[in-house]
């Protein structure tokens, strides 16, 4: 296992690329699954969550080359309809293969993802809606078994806009016969990058970027090329490294109105915040003030980002507070930010931020993808070293993140953690 050993105070500077969207890409690989004819993806992003995304469709029979930055892919082959527990329990994303395989095959089975750091995750809004496209759904052995005929076009109205959920159903729409409509579908750029891929394969989907979103059945579909859209999520932990180092990044590869809220925010924190063509540049102009912070599904501020600005936050002068309100139990970076400095106390669904504070090295343990880039952020605001350990939790998300970091002036270095016991 990796740790990172990270020496604090280092102001940031610099100009840094974001890699395409790992939330993206991961729908748009299980989509892979509605095609028989020749798929080419550019720049897929080498990441462990993407890496169990290939290997579980190779288990399927999907064949890929991979030939500098392009992925081809053949999915004309599938031999089996199984997604076993070995893969899925370390990615929930799995859960994405269940709506395509059950609208070309007629039959998948998927194993139950169970619950995950961040909350119990249930995926009942992705199973009660397929039940009604005429889906017939068994839960046996932990697994999730669905079958139908046909898939058939019908009205779906999802009781909170599931970002899973939408994309599932959305995908299970393609050869289902008739008009899909969801309605209260979720709102976030990935769910219009997955109807984009899904357009470029000669799907009609119309309503982007609307909270009704419909997708007309197909019989076939065509070849296609896709570039998926940047990672805003990646960017958003630059821009907030830099303002925890008191620097100057320029984050691009990404389009800075998937970041409206977060911009808003940091410039309410005094920050510098410019938005380009292409990117974003934020500047430490003086110091940080204390700001209130509610995650909120797309356009709203993300729930991706509540860790890292929670590390922003304890450099703040004054009183912060962050609300979940997404995932029950987000907040598992909180006793390892405090382990640091942090002045963090919980209640309920929200953490009352006391800064600024100076922060001090320690080692901290990882949880989860998200709350793992917080501790880095947090530690690179530190004096001292910070042993930032299981580093495989930021490895599932970040692409080459000590990397870019250093690149920018961050004193980082990757080692292996020794077992004690
Ligand atoms: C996706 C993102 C994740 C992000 C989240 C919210 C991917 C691969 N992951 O996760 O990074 O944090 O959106 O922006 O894109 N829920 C139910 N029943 C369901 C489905 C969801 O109750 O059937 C609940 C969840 O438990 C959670 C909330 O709805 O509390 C949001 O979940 P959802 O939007 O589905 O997130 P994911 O698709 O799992």
Request: charged content about 20%; hydrophobic content about 45%.
């Amino acid at each position: 296992m990796d740790k990172l050993i990270i020496n604090g105070t280092k102001v940031l500077n610099g100009e840094v690329k974001v890699s395409r969207a790992k939330n993206a890409y991961l729908p748009i690989l299980a989509a892979l699954l509605l095609s028989d004819q020749k798929i080419e993806l550019e720049d897929v992003p080498n990441l462990r969550d993407i890496r169990t995304m290939w290997q579980l469709l190779k288990n399927l029979g999907v064949k890929t080359e991979v030939n500098g930055n392009i992925t081809t892919v053949d999915a004309s082959n599938i031999t089996s309809q199984e997604a076993t527990y070995e893969l899925v329990k370390t990615m929930r994303a799995s859960i994405f293969v269940l709506g395509p395989l059950l609208s070309r095959f007629k039959r998948a089975k998927v194993s139950l993802p169970g619950g995950c750091a961040i909350g119990t995750r249930p995926i009942d809004l992705h199973l009660k809606n397929l039940e009604k496209m005429g889906a017939k759904i068994v839960m046996q052995n932990g697994y999730v078994e669905a079958t139908c005929d046909q898939l058939i076009g019908t009205k779906l109205v999802l009781d909170f806009p599931s970002v899973g959920a939408t994309e599932n159903l959305l995908m299970a729409g393609v050869f289902a016969k008739g008009e899909t409509i969801i309605d209260n579908a979720a709102l976030e750029p990935e769910i219009d990058d997955l109807a984009n891929f899904l357009i470029s394969m000669g799907v009609p989907v119309s309503g982007i970027g609307t909270k009704t979103l419909k997708v007309t059945g197909v019989t076939s579909v065509k070849a296609t090329k896709y570039r998926a859209i940047g990672d805003r999520i990646e960017a958003g932990t630059y821009l907030m490294a830099a303002l925890m180092t008191k620097g100057e990044v320029k984050v691009t590869g990404f389009n800075p109105n998937h970041l409206s809220n977060v911009s808003e925010k940091l410039r309410e924190m005094g920050a510098e915040i410019t938005e380009l063509e292409n990117g974003i540049i934020a500047k430490y102009i003086g110091e940080l003030k204390a700001v209130d912070v509610s995650t909120e599904p797309f356009p709203g501020f993300p729930t991706d980002l509540q860790a890292q600005m929670m590390a922003v936050m304890t450099q703040a002068t004054g009183t912060s507070v962050m609300t979940e309100n997404i995932f029950e139990n987000r907040f598992m970076h909180v006793p390892e930010l405090v382990r640091l400095g942090a002045k963090i106390k919980l209640k309920g669904n929200s953490a009352i931020v006391k800064g600024a504070t100076p922060l001090t090295g320690a080692p901290v343990m990882c949880t989860d993808l998200r709350a793992s880039a917080a501790l880095v952020l947090a530690a690179l605001a530190s004096t001292g070293t910070t042993d930032v350990l299981r580093v495989y939790h930021l490895d599932r998300g970040y692409e080459q993140l000590d990397q870019k970091l250093m690149a920018l002036g961050g004193r980082i270095e990757r080692a292996v953690e020794k077992e004690m016991i």
